[in-house]
């Protein structure tokens, strides 16, 4: 088994996904995105996952939506941090 290969945080994908939404990599460079991947997460719980299947199959709607939410709200605190202390 190797870990970074077979399991993953599933809340990095939603990141990757609002950011990508949001098209952040249009107004800010490689650095400012990581740095604010880095705080986005930092306010997130883990939940670590095997295969993306299982969160599609398993997860039920309203938790989804709870995730998601959770993602936005922290986006938007952590942009408003970066931008403050940039």
């Known amino acids: 088994m190797n870990i970074p290969d077979d399991i993953h945080n599933y809340y990095e994908k939603l990141v990757s996904q609002h ?4 098209k952040l990599e249009d107004s800010y460079d490689a650095e400012f995105l990581a740095d604010l991947v ?3 997460l930092n306010q997130l719980p883990t939940r670590y996952i095997r295969h993306e299947v299982d969160m599609a ?3 039920p709607a309203s ?3 709870e995730m ?3 993602v936005k709200v922290a986006a938007s605190k952590a942009l408003a ?6």
């Open 81 to 86: 941090f970066m931008k403050e202390h940039n």
């Open 68 to 70: 998601e939410n959770n």
């Open 19 to 22: 950011f990508s939404a949001l």
């Open 63 to 65: 938790e989804r939506f």
């Open 38 to 40: 880095c705080v986005v």
């Open 57 to 59: 199959f398993y997860l």
